[in-house]
């Protein structure tokens, strides 16, 4: 019997069509909406946001079941599935909509994230150092409904076959056993 609740984190690693991608995937995790997060107007539209003026990022909220798969365990795979040491870029995204976040919902999160960052960089996995913000969750504006399940609905896409298939593989190669069936 499950006494715990559904918890939410919100992530930031570049284009959330790839992090949307991964963490809809993993065992736990019962919803991962991509959105916007972090910035300074209300209800930005995603052509003001992939301008970089308004100070969002492209992130997903992600709902998970903590008896299922810990914070941790979901930060290991956003660290194994970015590059956090690039500030404001992955890959070809390039801009402050495209940084590395933790968008903690509470100050347990905090503590866990930086204690993560801290270990991660001691395992010397990246040759430079981690930039991942770490900061307070703030409003959440969804995506429109063309940017959800992207790359379930356009794997044929250029973008989806370069970008996003490789951080599929890396996921199933490293976290096999967290997938879903």
């Known amino acids: 019997m499950k006494n715990q609740e559904i ?3 919100t992530l930031a690693g570049g284009c959330f069509w790839c992090t949307e991608a991964v963490f809809e995937r993993i065992k736990g ?7 916007f997060t972090g910035g300074a107007i209300k209800n930005p539209a995603y052509r003001e946001i992939i301008s970089g003026r308004t100070g969002h990022a492209e992130a ?36 402050t909509q495209y940084r590395s976040a933790i968008f903690y919902h509470s100050e ?7 204690e993560v960052i801290q270990n991660v960089e001691k395992e010397n996995i990246f040759s430079n150092k981690i930039v991942t913000e770490v900061t307070e969750a703030s409003a959440f504006y969804e995506a ?4 959800k399940e992207y790359y379930s609905k356009h794997r044929q896409q250029q973008y989806c076959q370069v970008i996003i298939d490789p951080k599929i593989k890396k996921l199933k190669e490293l976290f096999s056993e967290k997938l879903k069936k």
């Open 144 to 147: 429109e409904a063309e940017h």
């Open 29 to 35: 995790v019962t919803k991962a909406i991509p959105g």
């Open 7 to 9: 918890e939410t984190t």
């Open 60 to 95: 997903i909220e992600i709902h998970f079941d903590p008896e299922i798969i810990s914070f941790e365990e979901l930060l290991y795979i956003f660290f194994s599935t970015h590059d956090p040491t690039t500030l404001n870029r992955q890959q070809y995204d390039v801009g």
């Open 108 to 114: 347990e999160q905090k503590q866990k994230a930086l």
